[in-house]
């Protein structure tokens, strides 16, 4: 046999392989991209159960080679009175879910474009985030364990009354989720979240605030951990960690540490920006020093509806 026909039946040969290969990878990422597809139809229902309605177009199999997912446009999802008080609805242009073929033990879920939420009858807030992405581990029978995600560089529009809005930033969200047992476990994070402006908006802008909490606990009773809060506007500096109970049906009910700096200052330039008179300005400083100090925290509690800072009510709680 010739050296020339040796090297085209070599050559055939490993054509021939790499067409085996292509095709079984391929018909891996089919099967896999397949039966994710009927895991989401499970958790469609369960969430229904739970009273959630989502919503889509058609699953479009996406991620060829390394990746088997489907993707979904138009997504809606609407939470009903009893899944969440006053009910609520999320809706996205775009999600994507998918599994790496190599180890596919987790799922990776991408949300690109505009998005939305609304809150009962509040209007909705439209934004959009340069980067969203979660993980989650995908347990044997199909159901979601632990989620970790994040975002960045998130830009709201937030309703501002007569049809204006006011942009709201967030330069990077941490959450993680665990709801596979009796208990449900979320953490959040959130860094730099620029305020809208507001009247506020005389002692200096941009204004941040950044907070880091955990939910936890059955749906119809969570508790929240406030472990950080931190408000900087201008020359005034909040910060507060506490816990409140968040039953359904009932008022917020808990203790936070507030702390304040600045606060003597920020009143004065309230006042000589006019949002505030100078008696009004004294009378709250007074009040705010004598349970207060920069390096003492003062109590402030929620209980029945009445909001009071140490012994001093402040205000009650809306129905």
């Known amino acids: 046999m010739s050296k020339r026909r040796r090297f085209r039946r070599a050559f055939l040969v490993l054509i021939f392989l790499l067409l085996v290969l292509v095709g079984g990878w391929t018909g891996v990422w089919y099967l896999l991209a397949g039966r994710l597809a009927d895991n989401l139809?499970?958790?469609?229902?369960?969430?229904?159960?739970?009273?959630?309605?989502?919503?889509?177009?058609?699953?479009?199999?996406?991620?060829?080679?390394?990746?088997?997912?489907?993707?979904?446009?138009?997504?809606?999802?609407?939470?009903?009175?009893?899944?969440?008080?006053?009910?609520?609805?999320?809706?996205?242009?775009?999600?994507?879910?998918?599994?790496?073929?190599?180890?596919?033990?987790?799922?990776?879920?991408?949300i690109d474009g505009r998005q939305s939420i609304a809150l009962g009858h509040k209007p909705p807030v439209a934004f959009q985030a340069q980067k969203m992405a979660a993980l989650a581990a995908l347990l044997p029978d199909g159901r979601?364990?632990?989620?970790?995600?994040?975002a960045s560089a998130i830009l709201a529009a937030w309703p501002a009354g007569e049809g204006k809005v006011q942009p709201v930033s967030i330069t990077a969200m941490a959450a993680a989720l665990q709801a596979d047992g009796p208990e449900t476990v979320l953490a959040m994070q959130l860094q730099g979240i620029g305020l809208p402006r507001s009247h506020m908006g005389a002692l200096g802008n941009p204004k941040f605030l950044s907070f880091d909490t955990v939910i936890s606990g059955p749906s119809a009773a969570p508790q929240l951990a406030l472990c950080a809060f931190t408000l900087e506007d201008g020359p005034l500096t909040l910060n507060a960690t506490g816990r409140l109970a968040l039953a359904a049906r009932q008022k917020p009910k808990g203790l936070l540490s507030v702390s304040a700096k600045g606060l003597n200052v920020a009143l004065e330039k309230l006042a000589d920006e006019k949002v505030m008179t100078r008696a009004e300005a004294r009378a709250m400083g007074a009040v705010a020093g004598l349970v207060m100090t920069a390096d003492m925290p003062a109590a402030l509690s929620l209980d029945d509806g009445l909001v009071r800072l140490g012994p001093i009510p402040l205000f009650r709680w809306p129905q």
């Open 41 to 110: 139809t499970a958790w469609e229902s369960q969430a229904q159960a739970a009273g959630f309605v989502i919503r889509h177009d058609p699953p479009v199999r996406t991620g060829w080679p390394m990746a088997a997912g489907i993707r979904l446009t138009h997504v809606s999802v609407e939470a009903d009175q009893a899944a969440l008080p006053g009910g609520a609805v999320w809706q996205a242009a775009q999600v994507t879910l998918a599994r790496d073929i190599r180890h596919s033990g987790d799922l990776f879920i991408g």
């Open 144 to 150: 979601l364990g632990l989620i970790q995600g994040n």
